[in-house]
């Protein structure tokens, strides 16, 4: 059974970083094709892809954010870890980790965690 | 930012046959790339209903459906039911921006 679930802090002030871990079970991040990826969604809004990362070590992210994300592995602790500069009210979200396997669609998600950026 | 572009709602009455439209281009599911769908039922994570366009996962009604024409794909819902009340997304993956897009979100009611 492949779960994964978002930690990190519920409340960040602007100009701070942002670290959040996505921890996994059921699947490695060593099995070729595999990726887990970041999604956020502000409050009412869309779904917005931020970032993933491959297998082997391969990253995708959203071109608009580019500069202030960096994502992660560490595949023994079954661990993806996302981390955004330099937050902005803007920011305010649920950010949520999805597992992806061989194609581009995420088969499974995480509960998500509420992220407020707020001095 | 969106590519894909969705109706923001779509309504129909329990048991009729609703459609939801996801407009793409030619570097996203005109080209190579699959186009997905997620329900977002209100107040939880988004869950895959529909991938590599028309396929189902395993425990997914089948009055689920999915379909592609040239830069479009559609979701058809029949036997519309309260319970399929939720937001929809339609998702792939763009050449030309090298990264994974989702469409804008379809708000669905049941009357």
């Known amino acids: 059974q492949i779960t994964l679930k978002e930690s990190g802090p519920t409340l960040v002030k602007p100009t701070q970083t942002l670290t959040l871990t996505c921890t996994f079970s059921?699947?490695?991040?060593?099995?070729?094709?595999?990726?887990v990826g970041w999604i956020r969604q502000p409050p009412g809004k869309a779904l917005d892809f931020l970032a993933l990362?491959?297998?082997?070590?391969?990253?995708r992210y959203s071109p608009s954010l580019k500069s202030r994300l960096t994502i992660t592995k560490d595949t023994s602790k079954n661990q993806v870890v996302l981390i955004m500069t330099n937050m902005d009210p803007v920011d305010t979200a649920t950010y949520y980790c999805?597992?992806?396997?061989?194609?581009?669609?995420?088969?499974?998600w995480g509960q998500g965690t509420r992220v407020t950026v707020s001095s | 930012q969106s590519v894909l572009t969705q109706p923001p709602s779509v309504s129909g009455a329990p048991g009729q046959r609703i459609t939801i439209s996801c407009t793409g281009s030619?570097?996203?599911?005109?080209?190579?790339?699959?186009v997905h769908w997620y329900q977002q039922l209100p107040g939880t994570a988004p869950k895959l209903l529909i991938y590599?366009?028309?396929n189902r996962p395993s425990g997914v009604p089948d009055r689920f459906s999915g379909s592609k024409s040239g830069t479009s794909a559609s979701l058809a819902i029949t036997g519309l039911q309260a319970e399929d009340e939720a937001d929809y997304y339609c998702?792939?993956?763009?050449?030309?921006?090298?990264?994974?897009?989702f469409g804008t979100g379809t708000e669905v009611t049941v009357l």
């Open positions: 059921g699947f490695s991040l060593s099995t070729s094709g595999v990726g």
């Open positions: 590599g366009y028309s």
């Open positions: 999805a597992h992806r396997l061989g194609s581009t669609y995420f088969s499974y």
């Open positions: 030619s570097s996203n599911f005109g080209a190579v790339y699959d």
């Open positions: 998702q792939s993956y763009d050449s030309s921006l090298s990264t994974y897009v």
């Open positions: 990362i491959y297998w082997n070590d391969d990253k």
